[in-house]
């Protein structure tokens, strides 16, 4: 007898019979009587995942606490699931394991329409106009927490990522005002609650142990913090240029206000979109770098390059450090900050011919997906070259799933690799740096992966740096065409508000007059949206353009790269203004598609 028999036969329940055409996912091995695999998964879930994946292969159950498990392993059943609606599969029941983090009512904890308002409420401060901003805050921020290293010296790098990436994310989301008046409280707390995100969590949110009272404690300081700031700034009538101003003047669709309660869990969760994934995909960055000689020779020769003769750090010179954002891509496919996804059936639910039944858990795991052979060539091998051009084994739909996948990716991807490719620009060009002795593993202890502490690293000033303090200072704006009102000031990281991506149009009209709208996504026989479509084609030219709606975002990136051809729609969906662009703007067409955070956007050469 299993767990979910026993928990089901005390509950009165019935299970249900399997229909006759469909069978039931093959189970894991090495269930315990009565708690299933609870031992297991609570001390050691990412090999439990590793194990199940190479026992039964694309699907495998397991039992944990009173709760049916299924997990799912591969680009074909990622899809499956990241694509399934809400009403299907749902984020929420999983995540209100987050509860205690942001709040009562707020985000998952939130019935689902006021979840997706409180969603779009937090979107603009992760959309491109704002993003072509945070460079500038984020270097600031660096250089101001390198200044006092001197020329040589020793670091925890892990501890110094963590510090660096609170003061970053705080001055982009939350504000200059907040940020210049944190202390090392704010860190303390902040850590406190994102270890209480713990997978012993999935178990029970509210175990009496010490990693929950001080998340619990964590979250009534963080709330007196947010709360003392927004009086503040009520009682001054100053009207701040931020994230916070954005989500005090932010209100339901009924006209309600949000609460102090409502601000701090929504700031929370923008801190956690923009934050955890940044501190440690910095950290594994750098040093599987450290690791790898011949990768860290070839990223200083990039930045020494990209940087030659003083250009100015910028949005655009930051883009070109291609070779610099394959680092971070491989370093978090090896590490992703997420080791496991969840969704849980609403209804009973069919994949590949196994009937997987209404409320069980599926899950994902990125950290399995991210080493399976058959999917990426030597997945073990550190290889940022596999996301060049000629190559790009992350361009297989949903394999490559470091941010999740389908309409609930997270949200601060974009944001986390600016942040990520800003900083190690700015170390590169600066130091040398290598390993100190400590050795390098994963930290599983928490739901967010970072390197086991200390990760030492030792530096030393170059005689010649590449990225200058002059080149940072110089007054130049990161983003070419700066927003009005975006406030200079060095050795911030300012998050600066920039008007919302301009609105598609009802009726956009093309050159001939005609209404467009992006091609719609065809439906496969699995009911799922197919990126085989019919698409907008160009007139006299060979390029084809496809859009799949369902995983766009709403981050303009579209818009920002090629505002004749791309819109934001008020549904924060995007939209094609032009229908039949020339050959002119395939140039800002394929940079559209190439920056899209959500990959959204497809493009086809044709005959």
Known sequence: MDLFDVVSRRGGEKKKPVPANLKEPPRLSGALPVVGHTVEFVRATIELLFRAQRE??????F??????????????AQEAVFRAPDTVLSPSEAYKIMTPI?????????????MAEQLKMLLPAL??????????AVVAETEATIAPWGQSGVVDFVEFCRVLTN???????????????????????????????SPLAYVNAHLPIPIFRRRDAARVRMVEMITENVTRRRASGNVGDDFLQTLMDSAYADGKKLSEHEITGLLLAGMFAGHHTSSVTTAWALLELLRHPTHYQRAVEEVDRVFADGRPVSHAVLRELTYLENVVKEALRLHPPLFMLVRVAQVDWEYGGYHIPKGTWIVISPTVAHRMPE????PDAFDPDRFAEGRAEDKKDFAYIAFGGGRHKCLGNAFAILQVKAILALLLGQFDLGLHGDAIASDFQGLVVGPKEPCRVRYRRRANPSVTLAQMSAGQPLAETPPPGCPAHAGSSEKKVAAPPPACPAHAKDANGTHVEAAPIARSDTGT???????AKSTGSALRIRIDRDLCQGHGVCAGECPEVFAVGRDQKVMLKVARPGPELHAKVRAAAKHCPTNTIRLEESE
């Open 56 to 61: 039964l292969g694309e699907v495998a159950a």
């Open 63 to 76: 039992d944990v606490a009173h709760r049916r498990m299924v997990a799912v392993f591969g680009p074909r």
């Open 102 to 114: 942001f709040g009562k009512d707020v985000v998952y904890d939130a019935a689902p329409a006021k």
């Open 127 to 136: 959309q491109d106009r704002r993003m072509r901003t945070y460079g500038e």
């Open 167 to 197: 003061y970053t994310s705080a001055r982009c989301l939350l504000g200059r005002e907040f940020r210049e008046g944190m202390s090392e409280e704010f860190a303390r707390v902040y850590h406190d609650l994102e270890v209480g995100a």
């Open 375 to 378: 999917v990426f060539r030597d």
């Open 529 to 535: 949206p197919s990126n085989d479509a019919p698409a």
